[in-house]
Structure formats: C-alpha cells, structure tokens
C-alpha cells in the first residue's frame, strides 16, 4: 500500500489543521495507522497511533489534548487533526501502516511509509 500525507501548511500558533493519510494501491482497513513527525536535524518522533481493530488510539504526551486521530475506511484515509497548534509543533509530519493490531511509539513497527507534509507554525 502506497501512502500520502497531505493537508500541511504555514499557520500562525492557536490555529488548526487537519493532516490526512491517505493510501493507494491497497486498502488500510485492516491495518493500524500513525503519524510521526521530523524535524532537520532530528530523529523521526511519535506523534499518534490508531489501531485497526477497535480505533484505539495513542498520543505523545506533547499532543493530548490537541491532537485526534480518526480514520475512515470506506475513504480509505486516515486523520490527523491538529488544534491550538505551537511553534514546536512545525515539522514534516508522516503517516505510516502496519498489518499488526498496535499503537506503538517504535518507528521500526511501522513498515508502510508514506511522504510527508510540512507543518509550519510561526507568527
């Protein structure tokens, strides 16, 4: 399965976007979906998780409360929406699959990746 985020852009702080993953040649129905995020210079970090089997999902720490993950199937897409958005927020933000039923922070349990979209939040 081929994946493409898309939906990044240049905000100011506070502002909202929603992040989509969306997947081709194959369908995600049947796999669970993150995002992870990058900035230059550094490793790729989690962000969000969402199982397949029951919609579970995980977040890091620095996005609770901010962040929800959805997805929708019959789209064959996955979400990401971004509230109250930070400055440290801003990075190449990436959407990844796996067959496994997980909402694992390990980048390595991931084995679909897709390309990713610049997030960008300054005044």
């Known amino acids: 399965v081929q994946l493409q985020a898309s939906g990044g852009g240049l905000v100011q702080p506070g502002a909202s976007l929603t992040l989509t993953c969306t997947a081709s040649?194959?369908?995600?129905?049947?796999?669970?979906v993150a995002w992870f995020r990058q900035t230059p210079g550094k490793e790729r970090t989690f962000v969000a998780a969402m199982r397949w089997r029951n919609s579970i999902a995980n977040y890091a720490d620095s996005v609770k409360g901010r962040f929800t993950m959805s997805r929708d199937n019959a789209q064959n897409a996955a979400y990401l929406q971004t509230n109250n958005l930070k400055p440290e927020d801003t990075a190449v933000y990436y959407c990844a699959a796996s067959i496994i039923s997980t909402t694992t922070a390990n980048s390595n349990t991931w084995n679909s990746w897709g390309q990713g979209t610049l997030v960008t939040v300054s005044s």
């Open positions: 040649g194959g369908t995600i129905s049947r796999s669970s």
